[in-house]
């Protein structure tokens, strides 16, 4: 990758990281939406019992980490950037750092497995945004595909639902059911 590429980045939804920042981060996600008042403070009351703080951000720091750590043992010194669509750090301001920094060409890897709008279509919206933010300057930004069935992915959702099967009762096994949901403000 580091040949075809100057950069890579870790593109993904934000979260806040204290309880100040719940509300600004709940109105940015539904902004244009129309989501009464009432219901962004019900979903707030959610973020403060963890004292007002998402875990994604943490979670992709880490991850860079990882990735840095991989890049680094395979010789590589590839930079890798962090932007989010709904919180600091903004891919829009990222991307204009990565163009201060001369970065001319860029792999986006977009932390959302799934397909559909806002796992997919949505984080190309968010490249193109920022890149016309950065102005002509900007670097080119080349998502890379959703990963939902890639096999280690999907090794890894296995083991993990092996791993919780296992822990359930053994007369229980054979009936237990794996339900998938999603979330929404």
């Known amino acids: 990758m ?3 590429f100057d950069a890579l980045l870790l593109l993904s939804f934000g979260g806040p990281e204290g309880p100040e920042q719940v509300m600004p981060f709940l109105e940015n996600v539904t902004r244009g939406r129309g989501i009464p008042r009432e219901r962004l403070e019900a979903v707030a009351e959610h973020y403060q019992h963890f004292g007002g703080v998402s875990p994604i951000n943490g979670i992709n720091r880490a991850l860079i980490e990882q990735i840095e750590a991989v890049l680094a043992d395979r010789g590589s010194d590839l930079p890798v950037y962090f932007g989010n669509r709904n919180w600091e750090p903004f891919a829009e301001d ?7 920094n001369g970065v001319r060409r860029a792999a986006v ?3 959302s497995a799934w397909g559909g709008y806002s796992g997919c279509a949505q984080y190309q919206e968010d490249i193109t945004r920022a890149r016309s933010a950065a102005g002509e300057s900007a670097p080119e930004l080349v998502k890379l595909r959703q990963f939902f069935d890639h096999p280690l992915f999907v090794q890894m959702f296995a083991d993990a639902v092996a791993d919780a099967a296992a822990t359930l009762p053994e007369d229980l096994r054979g009936r237990a059911r794996l339900v998938f949901t999603a979330h929404s403000i």
């Not at 990222?94 to 201060?100: E, L, P």
């Open 94 to 100: 990222t991307v204009a750092a990565m163009r201060d």
């Open 109 to 111: 890897f977009a932390t």
């Open 2 to 4: 580091a040949a075809d």
